[in-house]
């Protein structure tokens, strides 16, 4: 139980471009799902915080006109990275939170995103 | 916001013998505290996590303690083994805060033979 899904697992897109990652709970409702970006050797950075239906919560330094988030429905939440350029070149990750959980969070694959 | 540190950033250990990770955090009501593994490329796994209302836990060869009075919390891994090997990262979150994550730097895990 408690599966997310991410897609796609990687990317490569030109430079000005806008690529959407999907991240998706296969089994469970989610009622909170989260972004994060992690670059090389670095650890997980949280972007963002959707609740369904809602806008998102962005972190300090974040884009929110760059990095579009939308949680349409408790199973899919997507990120658009508008405009993209190669300093967005990351790996991107999504969680979700049940509803009624206690704060574990469930991590999809991840997107390999590559901006040439 | 919460600020949480982890150390050592490198730890490399013989086959056999235990692995600490040691991490502190800032926000005394931060009450979550997941400890994930993370192979290259690969999402994190929870190997283990501990509540406030609990000072220790163990599955396996794998235990966490937690000093609330402190501010710190420790991953400790016994009978090391190679496929243990990989980048270890603590974390803490608040309910009060949304359940927001905020993960420590990394510790980059070797097991040599």
């Known amino acids: 139980g408690a599966v997310v899904s991410q897609h796609p697992s990687r990317v490569i897109c030109k430079s000005g471009t806008s690529v959407k990652i999907e991240c998706r709970s296969l089994?469970?409702?989610?009622?909170?799902m989260f972004w994060y970006r992690q670059f090389p050797k670095q650890s997980l950075m949280l972007m963002a915080t959707?609740?369904?239906?809602?806008?998102?919560?962005?972190e300090q330094g974040v884009e929110k006109d760059k990095f579009l988030i939308n949680h349409a429905s408790l199973t899919l939440s997507t990120l658009t990275v508008t405009s993209a350029h190669p300093e967005d070149s990351s790996f991107y990750i999504c969680s979700a939170a049940q509803r009624g959980g206690l704060g574990e969070q469930f991590f999809g694959p991840g997107t390999r995103l590559t901006v040439l | 916001g919460e600020n949480v540190e982890q150390h050592p950033s490198t730890l490399s250990v013989q086959e056999g013998d235990s692995a600490v990770i040691k991490c502190t955090y800032s926000?005394?009501?931060?009450?979550?505290f997941p400890w994930y593994k993370q192979e290259l490329g690969k999402r994190p796994q929870l190997i283990i996590d501990i509540r406030s209302n609990v000072g220790e836990k163990k599955d396996q060869r794998i235990a966490v303690t937690l000093n609330k009075t402190a501010k710190h919390f420790s991953l400790h891994i016994t009978e090391t083994q190679p496929e243990d090997s990989a980048v270890y990262f603590c974390?803490?979150?608040?309910?009060?805060?949304?359940?927001?994550?905020?993960f420590g730097t990394g510790t980059q895990l070797k097991v040599e033979l």
């Open positions: 089994d469970f409702q989610a009622t909170t």
């Open positions: 959707s609740n369904e239906g809602s806008k998102a919560t962005y």
């Open positions: 974390a803490a979150s608040s309910t009060g805060g949304g359940n927001k994550l905020t």
């Open positions: 926000d005394s009501a931060s009450n979550y």
